[in-house]
């Protein structure tokens, strides 16, 4: 690989971060991505051409606006400056092992999660414009890559996809259950719901992923013919599937690498499919009074946006690489909210970012990570 190439990766990144910026700034208000071009949110006045150059501008113009001398917020070129380090590495790192086409996937799934994460930091939301077409192209994606590349084959992204999904699942819904606010939710229930989710993981409890799709696939065929939710309570649902998962592996009926992976699986699975169809379903129908979504609740650390999140990072890393991001993930977050609480205030801090970051390390370190712990059992 020349020099040249990799510096016009570092270049493209560096675009894409200065568009991020704008989609940053501009999907969460609703307004076009595209048109009008950028302008100094002080001033209104219109960037041209030579300012919209990513990071030299900035350092040109010592962060402020040509027009009004307002000062440029420093995240802008942090951004550029970020995505075009993320693209050099992804290239230098996995361009030996998958050839050119592969890359771009990768590339473009890897620079929707950044900016994701940013908008995430910003206002609690995880778009679901960014995460579902992200997991599209990440399964897409691994049509592109070799065997024995290191990335995942087709099967082994579902898979990823279906245990990141059901393991941010499993964590939000038991979270809710220990800190008592199992709310038994207001969401949209018909047909497709959380419900299948729950009743999935349960199935898989008992006999595996193919059991538990079934079972998510019954539920939504006997709403569809009943036309009403028929649905299992939370609380009692999982605790049946406790028991469901002690007695099953106890008996050995049932592994318990089986059990409780195709309950995570099925589970994930299920959620994804609820995601999808509400997604387009109010991409078709338009979506609900925005202020009756609009929890007046506090922020929550952990959401839904999560699950789908989680779920291109299962897809992008496989299953196994995925829990190493997870144990990266949740380290990175401790590690932030605590730096979060010593700067002063209570804010809490988002997992989205802390997310991508821990899958980005786990795409670079995963598989070393990976070999030599299971080295360690290995031996001892
Ligand atoms: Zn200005």
Redesign the pocket.
């Known amino acids: 690989m020349t020099l040249a190439f990799v510096v016009l990766v570092g270049v493209l990144g560096a675009l894409v971060g200065s568009f991020g910026n704008v989609v940053v700034h501009r999907l969460p208000r609703g307004e076009s991505i595209v048109f009008p071009r950028s302008h ?6 219109q960037l041209g051409p030579l300012e919209l150059v990513p990071i030299v501008s900035f350092v040109a113009l010592r962060g402020r ?6 000062a440029i917020s420093w995240r802008y070129p942090l951004l550029e400056a970020a995505m075009a380090a993320l693209f050099v590495a992804l290239t230098l790192h996995w361009s030996p092992v998958v050839d050119g086409a592969s890359l771009v996937p990768l590339l473009v799934v890897l620079a929707m999660l950044v900016i994701a994460a940013v908008i995430d930091l910003d206002r609690f939301i995880l778009p679901d414009v960014l995460t579902l077409p992200a997991l599209a192209l990440a399964l897409v994606g691994s049509l592109l890559y070799q065997p024995g590349s290191g990335l995942p084959t087709p099967a082994e992204a579902l898979a990823g996809a279906g245990v990141g999904a059901g393991v941010l699942l499993l964590i939000n819904r038991l979270g809710a259950l220990v800190l008592r606010r199992f709310a038994d939710t207001r969401e949209r229930l018909w047909p497709v719901s959380l419900d299948q989710a729950n009743l999935a993981a349960l199935g898989g409890a008992l006999g595996g992923w193919q059991i538990g799709l079934a079972v998510g696939a019954a539920s939504v065929v006997l709403n569809l013919l009943t036309r009403r939710t028929l649905r299992l309570p939370e609380g009692p649902l999982y605790g049946l599937w406790a028991v469901a998962l002690v007695l099953t592996t106890t008996s050995f009926t049932v592994p318990i690498d089986v059990a409780l992976g195709g309950s995570v699986l099925a589970a994930g699975g299920w959620a994804l499919a609820g995601a999808v169809f509400w997604w387009i379903h109010d991409a078709v129908r338009g979506a609900p009074d925005a202020a009756e979504e609009e929890d007046d609740d506090e922020p929550v650390a952990m959401g839904f946006g999560d699950v789908k999140l989680a779920a291109v990072l299962g897809a992008l890393l496989g299953w196994q690489a995925f829990l190493v991001a997870l144990l990266l993930s949740v380290t990175v977050g401790a590690v932030a909210g605590i730096v979060a609480r010593l700067a002063g205030g209570d804010r809490v801090v988002p997992f989205g970012p802390a997310l991508v970051v821990g899958g980005v390390l786990a795409l670079f370190l995963g598989h070393p990570i990976l070999t030599w712990y299971l080295g360690l059992l290995g031996a001892g």
């Open positions: 100094c949110p002080a001033c209104q006045h606006c040509r027009a009004c001398g307002a």
